[in-house]
């Protein structure tokens, strides 16, 4: 019986790549460059599977005209807003996920982006590294305190608890939350957090807010030009989520009028476009979507697509499929 063939989109770690070619009939993208949708197109006519990333965009048109043969998508990734799972559904296509095994590796990037953002020292590192450090003094690059502060989350799914557990075991922070759905409190306590009713009501309570919800429609520029105005005075805005949950026309201009203090970024709305304006912000930290990019997580990621994609194969369940 032959294998089933199966499209690997970018470089996976080598370990996962190894044990995909072991099992199945794989091609791999061995120059790592990004697919377009001419190629993905006829990539679903041609292999039994294929095992995209969020760099790999799959709308709905990448599933009409030619014939499908592809019977499901291994995303490696928790997010799946970059596949139109609706156009997938319909052709038949099972599509899979990779929860759980970065809820820590996002949160610690979010950590890091609030401390930098707070403490200045995106800037502070540049000074050095330019040459142009002048000396210590009273009043250098005065930043935030972060200790004892109000952070507020916006998703309390798994990586916001563990950013809360951090915020408020690490730091003393006070924790406060928007969820869509109710939360038991002692479940919060667990966290040191509490659930407040809006969106709103976190804005207006916390230092830094950090978001921590699925993209996509449902989500898309929830932080807009009005949910900026509602922060805090003073207030930081953290995202290691999906671009798309952030209007940046909208953060740019809280910036540049001084509507909010700064911003600690991980995630873009046209990845690997980042607008020059906030590359040129002084009070804005980016980072190119490292939330998950350790050996360990990584790895732990492309081997939950291979379970994923070896159950199907096998006629199991796969064991996180989303669609």
Known sequence: MSKPRILVTRRWPTA????LAERFDVTLNRNDIPLGEDELRPALSTYDAVLPTVSDRLPAAIFEGASVVTKILGNFGVGYNHIDITAAKARGITVTNTPGVLT????????????????????GERQVRAGEWKGWCPTHMIGTKVTGKTVGIIGFGRIGKAFAQRCHFGFGMDVVFFNRSPVDPSEAARYGARQLASVEEVLATADFVSLHCPGGAENRHLMNAARLAAMKPGAFLINTARG?????????????????RGAGLDVYEAEPNVPD???RMENVVVLPHLGSATEETRTAMGMK???????FFEGRDAPDRVV
């Open 277 to 279: 304006a906030l590359r």
């Open 104 to 123: 820590d590796c996002t949160a610690d990037i979010a950590m890091l982006l609030l401390l930098s953002v707070a403490r200045r020292g995106g800037e």
């Open 305 to 311: 697509v291979v379970d994923n994609v070896t159950a």
């Open 16 to 19: 996962v790549e190894t044990v």
């Open 244 to 260: 798309d949950v952030v209007d940046e026309t909208a953060l740019i201009s809280a910036l540049e009028n001084g509507t909010i």
